[in-house]
């Protein structure tokens, strides 16, 4: 049998962080005198590495500046809430369990954290040994560029026909597609199912049973 492979983002996917992140980037634009943005805003730049984030939160600032907000968030980001990492959604561990257990499909991860706030979440939730490929932004550029996950299918030998993407914004979509892997976008997360249909989702899910069985639709069930 082929390898098969899913690639799972993490951020509004399997962690349910947002208020983590909008609390950081609140007080990393307040400590540059800046008006932090809402809610709604950081949701729609989550899954992009942290210095494209910032600069379409704050489309006027130079690049000095931006770095400086983003030294602020990861300061605080990582020193007040490394100890306590964002939740997972409800589910989420049982089925990388069930899918781990299973052995037809390897499991691997694309995301826009750092490996630090990767390694620090895994390790909180006891998730790091079921994951064989770790794709992280301090090694590639940020999505929706393909590189992540051409090097997730290079690292595991899966040709990108075995292989699919499972995410929660546009950005994981657009990624597969550059990747020529299937995108299974989630409805729980960060960006709406219309803007998922729109970036060339595969399909939608609307919880993790769901998501299993589209697994096993486009992936093929052992």
Do not use: C
Request: charged letters at 20%; aromatic letters at 6%; glycine letters at 10%.
């Amino acid at each position: 049998m082929r390898p098969r492979l899913a690639v799972f983002d993490i951020d509004g996917t399997l962690s349910d962080s947002q208020h983590h992140i909008h609390a950081a980037m609140q007080q990393a634009f307040e400590a540059q005198g800046l008006g932090a943005p809402d809610l709604a805003a950081v949701r729609q730049i989550v899954g992009l590495s942290l210095p494209i984030a910032v600069a379409r939160l704050a489309p006027g600032a130079d690049v000095g500046l931006v770095a400086e907000i983003v030294q602020g968030y990861k300061q605080s980001y990582f020193w007040a809430r490394s100890a306590e990492p964002a939740p997972l959604f409800a589910g989420a561990a049982d089925m990388l369990q069930r899918l781990a257990a299973r052995g037809d499909i390897r499991l691997g991860i694309a995301t826009g954290k750092s490996r630090r706030g990767l390694d620090a979440l895994l390790a909180h939730f006891d998730l790091g040994s079921i994951f064989v490929t770790r794709q992280v932004s301090d090694n590639h550029p940020s999505k929706p560029h393909p590189a992540m996950l051409l090097a997730a299918l290079a690292e595991t030998g899966v040709a990108a026909d075995d292989a699919v993407m499972i995410g929660d914004t546009t950005f994981d979509i657009e990624m597969a597609r550059a990747a020529g892997v299937r995108g299974i976008g989630v409805r729980w997360g960060y960006h709406e199912a219309e803007q998922l249909a729109a970036a060339g989702a595969a399909r939608l899910v609307a919880d993790f049973a769901a998501l299993e069985a589209v697994l096993d639709e486009l992936l093929g069930q052992a």
